[in-house]
């Protein structure tokens, strides 16, 4: 599958893929009611609204929708954003989340997938699609855009812990978290593997640095804009 090329432009990434482009923003309050409207569809999103990974223990145990969305609009409301909105004709159909690592609390108390050194590392833990942009490439736009957000950000190092789907096909909701393969065509690299105990799956643990040509997707490395020169990512 031909994966969509992304440029950045005032932190806006736009991908070009057939049917129709994406446009990929940042989580802000004014884009929360569309956030809203894809998470509403149903599944996990409608009642975790992104927080699992950003709480635990009994803050998580005692947590209701409403006080999950509360969470996540607040954080909309702070820099960096919480993650990317992936609009296309208009309307959510795609979410990331992703930020420094220590903002989110599950992780730096997880013992599964506990850091694998001092690096400091930026996160991902979610993507949302909608069901009907889904096998459309948009979790792969997303990535893209994650990179480069994450760099505009200043991040050095881009961090997952997706799903090894090499053992057959899995469930959408399972899916959460992203493939392995969809990371390592972006170019991560598996820098850790880890697992609970014998009977629970293997999860690996992958990495991009974003510093230099090393930081750049194998997609980015070889897309040209109109005119010869790449656009540096700005800031809003």
């Not at 070009?16 to 482009?21: E, F, I, L, Y």
């Not at 230099?212 to 010869?228: C, I, L, N, Q, V």
């Amino acid at each position: 599958m031909t994966r969509p090329a992304a440029t950045v432009r005032h932190h806006r990434i736009v991908t070009t893929r057939a049917p129709a482009a994406l446009d990929v923003r940042p989580l802000t309050p004014a884009r929360f009611d569309d956030l809203a409207s894809l998470f509403s569809q149903g599944g996990d999103p409608k009642w975790c609204w992104c927080m699992y990974f950003r709480v635990r223990g009994l803050d998580w145990s005692n947590a209701t929708p409403d006080r999950n969305r509360n969470g996540l609009q607040e954080l909309a409301r702070r820099r960096p954003a919480p993650g990317l909105v992936a609009y296309r004709g208009g309307n959510a159909v795609g979410w990331v989340s992703l930020g420094p690592r220590e903002s989110y609390e599950r992780l730096e108390h997880s013992q599964v997938l506990a850091p694998v050194d001092d690096t400091p590392v930026w996160s991902i833990v979610c993507f949302v699609v909608a069901r009907t942009a889904r096998r459309a490439g948009v979790a792969s736009a997303l990535l893209d855009a994650a990179v480069a957000h994450a760099r505009a950000e200043g991040a050095q190092v881009l961090e997952a812990y997706p799903l090894d789907t090499a053992g057959g096909r899995v469930s959408s909701a399972s899916a959460y978290r992203g493939t392995l393969a969809m990371f390592q065509r972006a170019g991560f690299q598996v820098v850790a593997t880890r697992q609970f105990n014998r009977t629970t799956p293997v999860r690996p643990i992958v990495r991009l640095d974003l510093t230099g040509a090393a930081g750049r997707s194998p997609r980015e490395r070889t897309a040209r804009p109109r005119g010869g020169r790449r656009p540096l990512p700005a800031r809003e």
